[in-house]
């Protein structure tokens, strides 16, 4: 038998070698290491779990917990591959809710360092077994030793066996950075543990247990820093089975880089491209481009309809219905960041959401309820032309760049005229901004405070700087308000709500536009006829590989049809949903509102600026403009006084 012929006959690996190979899924650094052994200790229901590192993990890894322990006579199988004490049969894969179930990380870890494993299940502290497994077989011998009730695994030397492997690692300051970032998401999974973090003899972070929500503020501030919670807002909502409660950050508490994002699903941390899908739509309309916002989510569903199961390291997950989290995620987290606005969230009333919200309908759309008079979420509204009902055409929309006044036609009749500055009769040289300012003010001045509440969170206006800014004397300091980026939200806001829950005319395509299309894009395409014909387009199969967009919605019908169309196949097909053509359309309602809304160098009357600070304080998302750029700031009377030095 030649040599090439040896080499191709089929033979089992031996267990070492096996394992090696399957610790190249799962074994990637010392972090990998670190979450494996942790995840079984909050499996053996620890109260408290100490991790100790030396050299950023390489030279020593040890986990310790007070969990329930391993008997004697299964410590043998504990480092063995495909044993594990979490699952026993289909039904149990099917609905897992403990983290480590795989049996595979301890013998995978033990083929590329010296691992050994002591643990103990009684109360006495001087009994106790230890473990290691020796050779190319991978024996396991077990020897006496004294520990408490608990485990105790110790990794030593990562990757000693397999230089290969160890010459990826980076330095110790970089492996330990991503240590202690694996300990921070499990620090957060389970606020009722006790955590210890060491790290070359020192001791970088010790978290008491406490489940209540000051404890819980205590971890994260310790943890993310406390502007995190200064910048966050508290939810905790529900529907169908669902549940997502949490910290999301404020859209002007944004971070270059998306390392302060964290999302678990039954306490496990994940990354998942169908939750960050429905994040990342929640803060479009807010956020600055190039930022990435912050948050703390959890997410809490029937185990039986998630499947964890999907991935080796178990960071990705599958929900059996899609649509209805992606749904779900989305609206709640688009109506939270809707309703903050100057005065919704107080200091000190602790700006929880608590809600109980419909199932998400199976058409894609969001269905949140809300009480009379707040806000609440509406379809896109896009209908066809032949509808009965009174059409906002693309020319009327257009229209809405003549000025603020026309979306106030309630105020025509009223219009109040503000004394202008200087010498100027009443009315001359006005803008349709500024005469929209004033038409606001005939019906959003507030009365004197000693009349009403008190002084309104944005206060009142006290000086106009450089035509640019609003100084407003709030109850707190002083307020500086971006008086165009201010308005140019308000604007917008008020477009979008007159267009998308009005009657949108849909014009039809005087040459239909055909595009090649995939076999799953047709499919998707004919699945989802109905979802795009409520968004007004329509779209026919002519083949077998080919679509014809035939009707669009006016406002989009000088706009690239064909990668739209096919941007909301791929956004259908993975997330259940796409709210491309609403983008679009909402990109141009904010490129009208920029153009319509009050310029800066625009002296403005008293009237006019309290006017603005009083439609701010009603206007969703008026903390930002249509850029993400914050529209506002205040200095409190604290700050001002350190700054000039007094009482010092």
Request: aromatic fraction near 4%.
């Amino acid at each position: 038998m030649t040599v090439v012929e040896e080499t191709r006959r089929i033979r089992v690996l031996d267990p070492r070698l096996a394992n090696q190979i399957a610790a190249g899924e799962v074994v990637e650094r010392p972090a990998s290491v670190v979450k494996e052994l942790v995840e079984n200790a909050i499996d053996a229901g620890s109260t408290r779990i100490e991790v100790e590192l030396e050299s950023g993990g390489v030279r020593l890894i040890r986990v310790r917990d007070d969990g329930s322990g391993i008997a004697e006579d299964d410590l043998p199988l504990a480092l063995s591959r495909h044993a594990t004490s979490k699952i026993a049969s289909l039904e149990d894969l099917e609905g897992v809710a403990s983290l480590g179930f795989r049996g595979e990380a301890l013998a995978s870890i033990s083929s590329v360092s010296r691992l050994e494993l002591v643990a103990n299940v009684e109360d006495e502290p001087r009994s106790g077994w230890r473990v290691v497994a020796e050779g190319r077989q991978m024996e396991p011998r077990v020897t006496p030793a004294p520990h408490p009730r608990g485990t105790s695994v110790t990794v030593r030397d990562l990757f000693f066996n397999t230089p290969a492997r160890r010459k990826f690692l980076r330095t110790e300051k970089t492996e330990y950075g991503h240590v202690e970032e694996a300990f921070r998401r499990l620090a957060l999974s389970r606020y009722d543990i006790a955590w210890v973090l060491r790290h070359n003899q020192k001791t970088v972070h010790q978290l008491p247990p406490g489940d209540d929500a000051p404890r819980r503020e205590r971890r994260i501030a310790a943890l993310l820093g406390k502007g995190f919670l200064d910048n966050a807002l508290h939810l905790d909502l529900a529907a169908g089975g669902l549940r997502l409660w949490g910290w999301v950050g404020l859209p002007t508490h944004s971070r270059a880089q998306a390392d302060q994002q964290y999302f678990f699903v039954n306490g496990r941390v994940v990354r998942d491209r169908l939750v960050a899908h429905a994040i990342r739509q929640a803060y479009r309309d807010v956020l600055f481009h190039g930022r990435h916002p912050v948050f703390v989510l959890y997410l809490e569903v029937d185990p039986t309809v998630v499947d964890v199961n999907v991935h080796p390291t178990k960071h990705e997950v599958r929900f059996r219905d899609g649509r209805l989290v992606h749904d779900f995620l989305f609206s709640s987290l688009h109506r939270a960041l809707a309703e903050t606005r100057p005065g919704s969230h107080e200091e000190g009333d602790g700006s929880d959401t608590d809600t109980t919200l419909p199932v998400a309908s199976q058409g894609g759309e969001s269905a949140v309820q809300e009480p009379a008079g707040r806000w609440q979420q509406q379809p896109i509204g896009l209908h066809h032309a032949s509808e009965s009902a009174e059409r906002v055409t693309a020319d009327r929309v257009r229209a809405f760049m003549s000025g603020y006044r026309a979306l106030h036609p309630d105020h025509e009749d009223r219009l109040l005229t503000p004394q202008p500055v200087g010498d100027e009769p009443a009315g001359a040289g006005m803008s349709p901004s500024s005469a929209a300012l004033a038409a606001t003010a005939a019906s959003s001045q507030l009365p004197p405070a000693e009349e009403g509440s008190g002084i309104p969170p944005l206060g009142f206006a006290i000086a106009q700087l450089h035509g640019i800014y609003i100084l407003s004397q709030t109850a707190q300091g002083l307020l500086i308000v971006d008086m165009h980026a201010a308005h140019e939200r308000i604007v917008y806001e008020r477009m979008k709500d007159q267009v998308h829950k009005g009657v949108l005319e849909a014009q039809p395509l005087l040459v239909p536009v055909s595009m090649a299309a995939s076999h799953a894009e047709v499919a998707t395409a004919e699945a989802e006829r109905d979802a795009f014909s409520r968004l007004g387009v329509e779209l026919d199969v002519a083949g077998p590989e080919t679509l014809l967009v035939r009707q669009v919605p006016a406002l989009l019908a000088d706009a690239d049809v064909e990668p739209l169309i096919r941007d909301m196949l791929g956004d259908l097909e993975r997330y259940g949903r796409s709210d491309r053509l609403e983008a679009r359309i909402n990109e141009l309602l904010a490129t009208m509102a920029c153009h319509g809304s009050v310029r800066a160098n625009r002296r403005l009357t008293t009237t006019e600026m309290n006017a603005l600070l009083r439609d701010m304080e009603r206007t969703e998302r008026s903390g930002q403009c249509n850029h993400g750029r914050p529209t506002w700031t205040e200095m409190s009377l604290k700050q001002l006084d350190r700054l000039f030095l007094r009482g010092q």
